[in-house]
């Protein structure tokens, strides 16, 4: 997540910053893209819904690995039944075949659990994704509005890193910072209250499997 919040164009800015003749009579302003990330309520509600939707796929790849887990016991059963000597030939054969067809039943389910939390996982990864570019491009249309209504040409990312995570500006004076008045801006309309208990991630798909 920092990356990519940091990595928001900063090599364009830098040249925009470092190129321009008439940067003195620019009027700059910087803001913590990190901040309003983090602080949006947006946000907070964006991870509350991919958490909720994790857990049902969480849920259904339970079931499917409680089902794989009594089919292993099932085979289990079947191949001692197979050796029961006590039984007729016919009946042993009999068995040792459904003991085949049981095992051709648990790699069929070990191969639908496997492709189910891949796509399981692909979903969630762009479902995060999704929300987080929408997020970011309400936090720039904010930006925006309150860069002209004060009147700057130019707003930075005050903690903006390189894609080798150096600082993109080692100093700034501190002036000029939206950061506060935007994040006020972004929450103004949240409600009374974003974060709802038992929102904590649930384990990660796959970790129960047998």
Do not use: C
Not at 95 to 113: F, H
Not at 114 to 142: G, Y
Not at 152 to 181: H, K, M, R
Request: no cysteine; hydrophobic share 35%.
């Amino acid at each position: 997540m920092k990356n990519v919040l940091r990595i928001i164009l900063p090599t364009i800015l830098l040249l925009a910053f470092l190129s321009s003749s008439a940067l003195a009579q620019q009027k700059i302003a910087i803001v913590d893209v990190q901040k309003l990330f983090n602080g949006y309520w947006k946000k907070k509600q964006a991870e509350v819904a991919v958490n909720e939707h994790q857990a049902e796929l969480q849920k259904e790849d339970r079931g499917f690995i409680d089902d794989l887990k009594k089919a292993k016991d099932d085979y289990q059963k079947l191949l001692d039944g197979a050796d029961d000597q006590a039984v007729s030939d016919d009946e042993r054969a009999r068995r040792r075949q459904a003991a085949d067809d049981k095992a051709k039943q648990i790699q069929d389910s070990q191969q639908t659990i496997v492709q189910f939390e891949r796509q399981a996982q692909a979903t969630l990864a762009e479902q995060s994704q999704r929300m987080r570019e929408n997020i970011l491009k309400e936090i720039q249309a904010a930006v925006t509005v309150k860069a002209k209504a004060g009147g700057y040409t130019l707003v930075i990312d005050s903690e903006a890193e390189t894609a080798n995570q150096t600082p993109v500006f080692l100093y700034n004076d501190g002036q000029n910072d939206l950061t506060t008045e935007v994040l006020n801006q972004l929450n103004a309309g949240a409600p009374i209250d974003t974060t709802a208990p038992g929102t904590t991630s649930p384990p990660p798909l796959g970790t129960g499997s047998p």
